[in-house]
């Protein structure tokens, strides 16, 4: 990703207080300075962040729970038709015990 961000003063301004506790170059010219770098500011996104960006913005719109499958599974249950494969159960848990186990090693 291409960040291009033009206008910033890259050299410290010099102040000093006096007496009064003020500086001598005034909050005015302060705020001027400000309100001047805040106009110039700009930041480039390449095409491919941008792309990147609206891929997240669909997804965001996409559902997580896939409710055509939940209503499915409540009908065969509710029928007494829906079946549990208890080998697929095992080797699930077994994937996950066996991926659990790899990232505590490499820690």
């Known amino acids: 990703m291409s960040i291009k961000i033009k206008g910033g003063n890259s050299k410290p301004s010099k102040t000093s207080l006096n007496k009064s506790g003020s500086t001598e170059k ?4 302060s705020t001027q300075s400000s309100r001047k770098t805040a ?13 990147l960006h609206q891929i997240e913005q ?15 599974i409540s009908q065969s249950i509710d029928e007494g038709t829906y079946t549990i494969n ?4 095992a080797d699930r848990i077994i994937e ?12």
């Not at 409710?67 to 499915?72: I, L, P, Q, S």
């Open 26 to 29: 005034g909050a005015k010219s």
């Open 39 to 51: 106009d110039n500011d700009r930041v480039d996104l390449t095409e491919a962040a941008s792309r």
């Open 58 to 72: 669909s997804l965001a719109d996409i559902p997580v729970i896939d409710t055509g499958r939940v209503e499915a």
């Open 86 to 89: 208890n080998e697929k159960i």
């Open 96 to 107: 996950s015990e066996t991926a659990l186990r790899k990232k505590k090693d490499s820690l």
